[in-house]
């Protein structure tokens, strides 16, 4: 049977681009000591109505235009990562040690542990991204992206697929609720037994699911900070992140893309509670 831990209080949560190096414009230019600007742009020489002035300005928006997205936006690496900021990082709507949230208890079994964390933290994120899905479309999120990486679903037959961000997250919320009301996988009969394939079940169902958060927090952290809900998505990663570090979940590689995220919230400067920052823990299951 599940056991039933400790969840905090989240039920509030109810066109086309020219790129042209500056390399590419000075040829197109030409040199301004043999040729004059108008004839370098314009063979024959210059036509009516046009104007040194005006190709320039034209010269001008074209560039401008390539350092941004066909959207309008400017690509990630470029963006303010506004999740960093202070007056977010702060915000918690707890102050519980998560240390102890996350702590296999004694006397517990690590499969009833694991299975009952996992399927909480699946709703709270659900949930969570439910909140700010009505900005994440096909046309605002074209690709599965978080932070410069982007990421791909693969079908049952190991086909990868790529897809935009709604599709993407549809794909691993559908396929989680599939696994976790399971009950050959996630029993929650009495004497019945977890597969032995559970353990990689749980670390890909952990793995897609950090791939949501990270992509509310690089695409979509302006809506939540304007919802005001920073504070519960905040407190979600810290316990989810803890968990994962402490069962040796995720392969840190996996992670590393929101690492400058974790540092912070983690941090003596942002937390008191940084006793979180302690080292993972392996907890070996004897089969």
């Known amino acids: 049977m599940f056991l039933e831990v400790l969840e905090l209080d989240l039920s509030v949560l109810s066109s086309v681009s020219f790129r042209r190096g500056s390399s590419q414009v000075e040829r ?8 004059s600007l108008d004839r370098a742009l314009l063979p024959g020489g210059p036509k009516p109505g046009f104007s040194c002035m005006m190709v320039l300005q034209a010269v001008g928006r074209m560039l401008r235009k390539s350092k941004t997205k066909p959207n309008g936006k400017k690509p990630a690496s470029e963006e303010k990562k ?3 900021e202070p007056e977010y990082t ?3 709507v707890t102050d519980f040690e998560f240390k102890q949230l996350v702590s296999l208890p ?10 009952s964390n996992v399927t909480t ?7 969570q991204y439910s909140t700010i899905s009505e900005f994440c479309t096909g046309e605002t999120c074209q690709t599965m992206a978080a932070c410069n990486t982007q990421y791909y679903w693969y079908d049952e037959r190991g086909k990868k697929i790529k897809c935009t961000a709604p ?5 691993v919320m559908s396929s989680v609720q599939k696994l976790v009301t399971d009950e050959d996988i996630f029993p929650t009969k009495y004497g ?26 690089s695409a979509h952290f302006k809506e939540i900070a304007a919802l005001e809900l920073h504070g519960h998505l905040n407190t979600l990663f810290i316990h989810f992140l803890l968990f994962v570090r402490e069962f040796n979940l995720l392969d840190p590689k996996e992670t590393a893309i929101l690492d400058d995220l974790s540092e912070v919230l983690f941090s003596e400067d942002s937390r008191e509670a940084a006793g979180a920052t302690g080292g993972a823990q392996n907890h070996v299951k004897e089969r």
Not at 121 to 127: A, R
Not at 167 to 171: G, H, L, P, S, V
């Open 28 to 35: 197109m230019l030409g040199d301004p000591t043999t040729l």
């Open 82 to 84: 506004l999740y960093l």
């Open 90 to 92: 702060r915000v918690r």
């Open 106 to 115: 004694q006397e517990i079994d690590l499969n009833e542990w694991m299975a």
């Open 121 to 127: 933290f699946f709703n709270h994120i659900n949930l």
């Open 167 to 171: 599709q993407y997250i549809d794909f």
């Open 192 to 217: 019945k037994e977890f597969p032995s394939s559970f353990d990689s079940l749980v670390k890909k169902i952990c793995r897609y699911l950090f791939h949501v958060l990270a992509h509310i927090y």
